[in-house]
C-alpha cells in the first residue's frame, strides 16, 4: 500500500503537468494566424464576363433602372403587362434598444395597375347610411349580428370600416381583426361613408414582413416610366411617415424588379422625401436677426444725432 505521505508528490505532479497542458492549449490558441482580411471589392468590371463576388453590386439611378427592366422584357421575350415590385430594406432603429414596430399602410397610388377592387365591409346599424354603403360600393353591410359571422371565419373582407355610433359594440372584434380593426389613424372610422368607401376599395395595401422588409407590388411593366416612378414614390413617401424626421431615414435600401427579372439596387437620392432642418433654419434666422439689430442701432443713433 502506498501511504498517504508518499502519495503526495505524485498528486502534486499530476496538477503541475494538468496546468501546464492548459497552458500550451491557451498559448496555441493565441497563435493562431489571424483571419484573412477580406478583400475590398472593385467598383465596376471591365469585361463582359466576371466574377459578380469580385465587385460591388451596382446601383442606379431609379429612371435607368425603369428603363432596364422594359429592355430585360423585350430581349428575354415575357408578358409585357407583368408586375414591377420593390422590396424596402428598412431601418427600425431608434434611440437606445427602441425600434419601429412593424406596421402596415394603405395608400392610394397616383396610377392604378389593376380594375380589381378590395372588398370592404361597412358596419352601422343606421338604415340611412346602410343604403349610401351599398350605393357606393360596400361589398357587406351590417351591425353587431355579423361579430359572430366573422370570429367564425364565416365572413371575410380586405378592409373592415365603421361610423363612431357602433364602435362600442365592436369591441369583441379587436383581437380578431387586429390591424384592421376600424380606427381613425387608419382612416377607417368616421361618418363620411362615401369617402371611406372610396378610399379603402382602390387603395394599395403593404405590410412589414420578417420585422424590416417591405415586399410588395407598385405597378405594371406596360405602364409609362413616370407612372411606376410615381407610383414607387408615393409608396417610398408613405414608409417614411413612420420613422421621426430627426432620426436616420428608415429606407435603406430599395430593389426594384418585374416578375422574371432579377432586382435592381436604387439610388436613394431623388426618391427618399427631403426633411427641411427647421432647427437649422430657426438659428440662421436668430443670427440675421442678431447682425441687422447693430445696423439698426447706429441708424437710429444717427438719425438721432446722439
Given at each position: 500500500?502506498?501511504?498517504?505521505?508518499?502519495?503526495?508528490?505524485?498528486?502534486?505532479?499530476?496538477?503541475?503537468?494538468?496546468?501546464?497542458?492548459?497552458?500550451?492549449?491557451?498559448?496555441?490558441?493565441?497563435?493562431?494566424?489571424?483571419?484573412?482580411?477580406?478583400?475590398?471589392?472593385?467598383?465596376?468590371?471591365?469585361?463582359?464576363?466576371?466574377?459578380?463576388?469580385?465587385?460591388?453590386?451596382?446601383?442606379?439611378?431609379?429612371?435607368?433602372?425603369?428603363?432596364?427592366?422594359?429592355?430585360?422584357?423585350?430581349?428575354?421575350?415575357?408578358?409585357?403587362?407583368?408586375?414591377?415590385?420593390?422590396?424596402?430594406?428598412?431601418?427600425?432603429?431608434?434611440?437606445?434598444?427602441?425600434?419601429?414596430?412593424?406596421?402596415?399602410?394603405?395608400?392610394?397610388?397616383?396610377?392604378?395597375?389593376?380594375?380589381?377592387?378590395?372588398?370592404?365591409?361597412?358596419?352601422?346599424?343606421?338604415?340611412?347610411?346602410?343604403?349610401?354603403?351599398?350605393?357606393?360600393?360596400?361589398?357587406?353591410?351590417?351591425?353587431?349580428?355579423?361579430?359572430?359571422?366573422?370570429?367564425?371565419?364565416?365572413?371575410?373582407?380586405?378592409?373592415?370600416?365603421?361610423?363612431?355610433?357602433?364602435?362600442?359594440k365592436l369591441i369583441p372584434l379587436?383581437?380578431?381583426?387586429?390591424?384592421?380593426?376600424?380606427?381613425?389613424?387608419?382612416?377607417?372610422?368616421?361618418?363620411?361613408?362615401?369617402?371611406?368607401?372610396?378610399?379603402?376599395?382602390?387603395?394599395?395595401?403593404?405590410?412589414?414582413?420578417?420585422?424590416?422588409?417591405?415586399?410588395?407590388?407598385?405597378?405594371?411593366?406596360?405602364?409609362?416610366?413616370?407612372?411606376?416612378?410615381?407610383?414607387?414614390?408615393?409608396?417610398?413617401?408613405?414608409?417614411?411617415?413612420?420613422?421621426?424626421?430627426?432620426?436616420?431615414?428608415?429606407?435603406?435600401?430599395?430593389?426594384?424588379?418585374?416578375?422574371?427579372?432579377?432586382?435592381?439596387?436604387?439610388?436613394?437620392?431623388?426618391?427618399?422625401?427631403?426633411?427641411?432642418?427647421?432647427?437649422?433654419?430657426?438659428?440662421?434666422h436668430a443670427a440675421d436677426e442678431d447682425?441687422?439689430?447693430?445696423?439698426?442701432?447706429?441708424?437710429?443713433?444717427?438719425?438721432?444725432?446722439?
Open positions: 500500500m502506498v501511504s498517504p505521505a508518499s502519495a503526495r508528490p505524485y498528486a502534486a505532479a499530476a496538477k503541475t503537468a494538468k496546468k501546464d497542458a492548459k497552458r500550451s492549449r491557451q498559448e496555441k490558441v493565441k497563435e493562431k494566424p489571424p483571419p484573412r482580411r477580406r478583400l475590398l471589392l472593385m467598383s465596376k468590371p471591365v469585361d463582359d464576363v466576371y466574377l459578380t463576388w469580385l465587385y460591388r453590386r451596382p446601383c442606379y439611378q431609379l429612371e435607368q433602372a425603369v428603363g432596364m427592366l422594359k429592355r430585360f422584357q423585350e430581349l428575354d421575350f415575357t408578358h409585357p403587362k407583368q408586375f414591377v415590385y420593390i422590396n424596402v430594406f428598412l431601418d427600425m432603429a431608434l434611440q437606445k434598444k427602441k425600434k419601429v414596430e412593424p406596421f402596415s399602410s394603405s395608400v392610394t397610388l397616383p396610377h392604378r395597375f389593376t380594375d380589381e377592387v378590395n372588398k370592404v365591409l361597412v358596419f352601422t346599424e343606421n338604415e340611412q347610411e346602410a343604403e349610401a354603403a351599398r350605393e357606393h360600393g360596400a361589398a357587406i353591410v351590417g351591425g353587431v349580428e355579423l361579430i359572430k359571422w366573422i370570429l367564425e371565419d364565416e365572413i371575410q373582407a380586405d378592409f373592415y370600416v365603421a361610423v363612431p355610433a357602433i364602435m362600442p379587436r383581437n380578431k381583426l387586429r390591424r384592421k380593426y376600424p380606427a381613425t389613424r387608419r382612416n377607417s372610422l368616421g361618418s363620411d361613408i362615401p369617402k371611406m368607401l372610396q378610399f379603402f376599395r382602390e387603395c394599395h395595401e403593404y405590410t412589414v414582413e420578417d420585422e424590416s422588409i417591405i415586399k410588395t407590388k407598385i405597378a405594371r411593366l406596360d405602364m409609362p416610366t413616370e407612372h411606376i416612378i410615381a407610383n414607387l414614390k408615393t409608396v417610398i413617401h408613405d414608409i417614411c411617415t413612420f420613422k421621426p424626421s430627426n432620426f436616420d431615414p428608415i429606407v435603406r435600401r430599395l430593389v426594384i424588379r418585374s416578375s422574371t427579372s432579377e432586382g435592381l439596387l436604387l439610388n436613394l437620392d431623388g426618391i427618399l422625401p427631403q426633411v427641411e432642418k427647421v432647427e437649422e433654419k430657426e438659428e440662421e447682425q441687422q439689430k447693430p445696423v439698426q442701432e447706429s441708424f437710429e443713433c444717427l438719425m438721432c444725432d446722439c
